[in-house]
C-alpha cells in the first residue's frame, strides 16, 4: 500500500520560507510523476508544482513560479517543495500527490495517491 505523508507545514509571516516534505513509502518513488497541490478554505484544491520521476523536469503554477521549489530524491523516497517569499494567499492545506502519468500537466484526477495534508499560515 502506497502512503504519502507531508510534514513541514505551519505559521510563517509574510515574506518567510517553508519547506515541506513528503516521505513516500509502499512503491518506489522514482516510478512515479509527483505533485503539490492546495486547497486554501472555501476553494477548490488547486495544482501548486509537479516534478518528473527523474527530477530533471519541473513545472509550476503561474501563482508560486519563482518563488517555490519542487525537488525529488529518489535514493530517500521524498519530495520536497522550497516555498520562499510566501504570501498571506499561499495559506492553504499543502497536499502531496502522485501520478502514474508521464505528463507533470496534471490534475487532481490525474493522481493516484495523496497525503493527508500539512496546513500552511502566512500572516501578514
Known amino acids: 500500500q502506497v502512503q504519502l505523508v507531508e510534514s513541514g507545514g505551519g505559521l510563517v509571516q509574510a515574506g518567510g520560507s517553508l519547506s515541506l516534505s513528503c516521505a513516500v513509502s509502499g512503491r518506489t518513488v522514482s516510478t512515479l510523476t509527483m505533485g503539490w497541490f492546495r486547497q486554501a478554505p472555501g476553494k477548490e484544491r488547486e495544482f501548486v508544482a509537479a516534478?518528473?520521476?527523474?527530477?530533471?523536469?519541473?513545472y509550476y503554477a503561474a501563482s508560486v513560479k519563482g518563488r517555490f521549489t519542487i525537488s525529488r530524491d529518489n535514493a530517500k523516497n521524498t519530495v520536497v517543495l522550497q516555498m520562499n517569499s510566501l504570501k498571506p494567499e499561499d495559506t492553504a492545506v499543502y497536499y502531496c500527490?502522485?501520478?502514474?502519468?508521464?505528463?507533470?500537466?496534471?490534475?487532481?484526477?490525474?493522481?493516484?495517491?495523496w497525503g493527508k495534508g500539512t496546513l500552511v499560515t502566512v500572516s501578514s
Open positions: 500527490g502522485a501520478s502514474q502519468r508521464l505528463s507533470l500537466n496534471i490534475r487532481n484526477a490525474d493522481m493516484n495517491y
Open positions: 516534478v518528473n520521476r527523474n527530477g530533471g523536469s519541473t
